[in-house]
């Protein structure tokens, strides 16, 4: 089955920086990329998405870039603020006639400091 | 409108009690999804309903484990026998299905405590 490598577990920076989040993944038929943010006691919330034929999607002071060749993607934050802070979640679709069904990474805690 | 909802929100059992766990989709949505997500800890995947299509029940950690669906709306996951171990806040997800249509929508979760 799929397997789902995300990195760093935890991540601390001050507001203003960014923040850079990466997922590797091992099926060469998953085409689709979402990330996901979880506030403490609350639901996960869709924030940006990538599907494989694109190399970069752009949301305000969100982005996501696929390396497929590479077998990676990466969540990158810009002007981190308090309100960022929350838990982060990569994730891959099965590919081929599972698609939709998503294995996700162990999460990143990301703390921004005032 | 609507979002996906789930109950109940908390519930306590004893151990070896049976328990259900319900979600209602988002009107219209195909697919299906539970996950468990332990505390401090990603989401498992658990099982996937998917129109009429026989469900992918690869997900489930045991055969105390079982999952229905009523057609394309609401889902009930049950526990039997359940363990300490079954603790967790289960979460349901619904999306449209088909291809192109991937984005899952999460209900709150059911927190589950096994005493």
């Known amino acids: 089955g799929e397997n789902v490598e995300q990195h760093p577990s935890t991540l601390s920076v001050q507001e203003g920086d960014s923040a850079v989040i990466k997922c590797t993944y091992s099926d060469s038929a998953s085409n689709y990329f979402p990330w996901y943010k979880q506030e403490l006691g609350k639901r996960p919330q869709l924030i940006i998405d990538i599907r494989s034929n694109v190399g970069e999607k752009k949301d305000q002071r969100i982005a996501v870039t696929l390396n497929k060749t590479a077998k990676h993607f990466s969540l990158h934050i810009t002007e981190t603020q308090p309100e960022d802070s929350a838990v982060y979640f990569c994730?891959?679709?099965?590919?081929?006639?599972?698609?939709?069904?998503?294995?996700f990474g162990q999460g990143t805690i990301l703390t921004v400091h005032p | 409108g609507a979002g996906v909802s789930q109950s109940p929100s908390n519930k306590v059992t004893e151990k070896g009690k049976d328990v259900e766990l319900r979600c209602d989709p988002i009107s219209g949505h195909t697919a299906l999804y539970w996950y468990r997500q332990r505390l401090g800890q990603g989401l498992e995947f658990l099982i996937y309903?998917?129109?009429?299509?026989?469900?992918?029940k690869s997900g489930l950690p045991s055969d105390r484990f079982s999952a229905e669906r009523t057609g394309e709306s609401v889902s009930t996951l049950t526990i039997q026998r359940t363990q300490q171990e079954d603790s967790a806040v289960y979460l349901c997800?619904?999306?449209?299905?088909?291809?192109?249509?991937?984005?899952?929508?999460f209900g709150p979760g059911t927190r589950l405590t096994v005493t």
């Open positions: 997800a619904s999306s449209l299905g088909g291809s192109g249509s991937y984005e899952q929508y």
């Open positions: 994730a891959v679709d099965a590919g081929g006639t599972s698609y939709g069904k998503l294995t």
């Open positions: 309903f998917q129109g009429n299509s026989a469900p992918d």
